[in-house]
């Protein structure tokens, strides 16, 4: 068995609360799962995520995100994601490549046939199995991120939080069948549940 799942959507619409959910439910049942996010996930990556989310009084050109965001998935995919598939684990990745196309193709405008093509390199061409997304409005997820400091990508207009919206919406819609678009102005517990009865599909028919 192997199982490749990401988690994608804006800002506060509960990514990392479902991902742990999901996370702690197959450790539960004895599954073999691995959690991992980015940017980050490896020692270098979080050293580029830190730059990327936190770098202050510094221009970061789109191209250069794009770089940056890559260089930590490629070290990620190396070093975690496919040695844990091949050992049989179910890996759960908190953000993915899918990020990458949104934030700086469809936020930054730049070209998606680019950016696609370098986000292939990075991963070496391994996409999810089921990429969960978290869709809700922009301001529903602005109101639930309170008042923790805002990093780079937090502190943008609300025209670039709803282009990302508009973007993964998009991405969903033109590959269906690897997408799970999930209500996140629901509860936690109820998009757990839906999630839920996706995955236990999946690990189904793999035989897990
Ligand atoms: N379905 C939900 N309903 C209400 N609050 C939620 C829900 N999901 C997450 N939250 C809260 O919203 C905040 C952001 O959630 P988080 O999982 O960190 O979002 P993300 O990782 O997508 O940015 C947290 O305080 C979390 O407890
Ligand atoms: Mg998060």
């Not at 804006?10 to 959910?21: I, M």
């Not at 794009?66 to 759960?92: C, D, H, T, Y």
């Not at 400091?149 to 993964?168: I, L």
Request: with cysteine; proline share 4%; aromatic share 8%.
């Amino acid at each position: 068995m192997s199982l490749f799942i990401t988690f994608e959507g804006g800002e506060g619409g509960g990514k990392s609360v479902q991902a742990k959910a999901l996370y702690r439910k197959l450790s539960k049942m004895d599954v073999p799962v691995l959690l991992t996010h980015e940017p980050g996930g490896t020692p270098f990556g979080r050293r580029i995520g830190r730059w990327l989310k936190w770098a202050q009084d510094t221009d970061i050109s789109p191209l250069t995100e794009l770089m940056l965001f890559n260089a930590s998935r490629a070290q990620l995919v190396a070093e975690v994601i496919k040695p844990a598939l091949k050992s049989g684990r179910v890996v759960i990745s908190d953000r993915y490549a899918d990020s990458t196309t949104v934030y700086q193709g469809y936020g930054r405008g730049l070209d998606l046939a680019m950016v696609k093509a370098v986000n292939k390199a990075a991963t070496q061409g391994l996409t999810p199995d089921l990429t969960v997304l978290l869709d809700a409005p922009v301001e529903v997820c602005f109101a639930r991120k309170g008042t923790e400091k805002r990093d780079r990508f937090e502190q943008e207009a609300v025209a670039f939080h709803n282009k990302v919206r508009e973007g993964y919406l998009k991405l969903a819609s033109e590959e269906p069948q690897r997408w799970l678009v999930v209500d996140a102005s629901q509860s936690k517990a109820k998009i757990a549940e839906i999630i839920w009865q996706r995955v236990s599909r999946l690990l189904a028919s793999q035989g897990g």
